[in-house]
């Protein structure tokens, strides 16, 4: 199975719900193409997302399960809240949480579940060795993400993928190009250095058709960077 470079057009871009630029410059921006491009390649059963704040990673697995008439669960787990990175933005109101959950109701009705949890909270509700993809983008402290990836690794399914953001960012208390550092050191992998950084990690297997792609990663690499 090749890779392929889609153009996908995401619906999100024109939702009135999201600020202006949300989806096209923000921080995750970056790698909406490599998200979507991704689930179509790898049609996972089970998609979880630790952290989802206006959805732009979310939103780019939901319209790749969209437009791949895939029967994907994506889940998306956040309390709304916000944490000392972000803000606590939840404590003033709910306004973001109910802008994506407009959005999902809206473009994605039978597409992805949005989960107002804690991660520990919504632990029990995945099987051992479920998940197929996991997006870990929470509180970026070291400790916090090595929390997170020790604690769901259990849930993540064998030759699954995990995705970490902000690997790339070295500022204020963020730890996670540290946590980023030691498993790369020991796992299968490939790493985005745009848009903060986004690492992609095999802990438990490659399938044969991700041989492929880590073996060409260098073209996927630069093709994503240049958007």
């Given at each position: 199975?090749?890779?392929?470079?889609?153009?996908?057009?995401?619906?999100?871009?024109?939702?009135?719900?999201?600020?202006?630029?949300?989806?096209?410059?923000?921080?995750?921006?970056?790698?909406?193409?490599?998200?979507?491009?991704?689930?179509?390649?790898?049609?996972?059963?089970?998609?979880?997302?630790?952290?989802?704040?206006?959805?732009?990673?979310?939103?780019?697995?939901c319209q790749a399960i969209k437009d791949e008439g895939l029967s994907t669960?994506?889940?998306?787990?956040?309390?709304?809240?916000?944490?000392?990175?972000?803000?606590?933005?939840?404590?003033?109101?709910?306004?973001?949480?109910?802008?994506?959950?407009?959005?999902?109701?809206?473009?994605?009705?039978?597409?992805?579940?949005?989960?107002?949890?804690?991660?520990?909270?919504?632990?029990?509700?995945?099987?051992?060795?479920?998940?197929?993809?996991?997006?870990?983008?929470?509180?970026?402290?070291?400790?916090?993400?090595?929390?997170?990836?020790?604690?769901?690794?259990?849930?993540?399914?064998?030759?699954?993928?995990?995705?970490?953001?902000?690997?790339?960012?070295?500022?204020?208390?963020?730890?996670?190009?540290?946590?980023?550092?030691?498993?790369?050191?020991?796992?299968?992998?490939?790493?985005?250095?745009?848009?903060?950084?986004?690492?992609?990690?095999?802990?438990?297997?490659?399938?044969?058709?991700?041989?492929?792609?880590?073996?060409?990663?260098?073209?996927?690499?630069?093709?994503?960077?240049?958007?």
């Open positions: 199975m090749d890779w392929k470079f889609y153009r996908p057009v995401f619906a999100v871009d024109h939702a009135p719900e999201m600020p202006a630029g949300m989806m096209t410059e923000g921080a995750w921006s970056g790698h909406r193409r490599f998200a979507y491009d991704l689930v179509r390649f790898a049609k996972p059963k089970v998609i979880v997302e630790l952290g989802t704040l206006y959805g732009t990673s979310f939103f780019s697995f669960s994506c889940y998306a787990v956040d309390t709304w809240q916000g944490d000392p990175h972000t803000g606590m933005y939840g404590t003033i109101n709910d306004g973001i949480y109910q802008a994506v959950s407009s959005v999902k109701k809206r473009e994605f009705p039978a597409v992805g579940t949005l989960l107002r949890h804690t991660f520990d909270e919504a632990l029990p509700l995945f099987p051992k060795e479920s998940i197929d993809i996991l997006h870990i983008d929470g509180y970026h402290a070291y400790e916090a993400v090595l929390h997170d990836y020790a604690s769901w690794l259990p849930k993540l399914a064998p030759k699954g993928v995990v995705l970490f953001h902000d690997t790339a960012v070295k500022v204020l208390d963020f730890g996670v190009h540290l946590l980023w550092d030691q498993l790369s050191a020991i796992h299968p992998h490939m790493r985005f250095h745009h848009s903060n950084g986004l690492g992609v990690l095999f802990p438990k297997g490659v399938s044969d058709e991700f041989q492929n792609v880590l073996a060409g990663q260098e073209k996927l690499i630069l093709r994503y960077a240049r958007g």
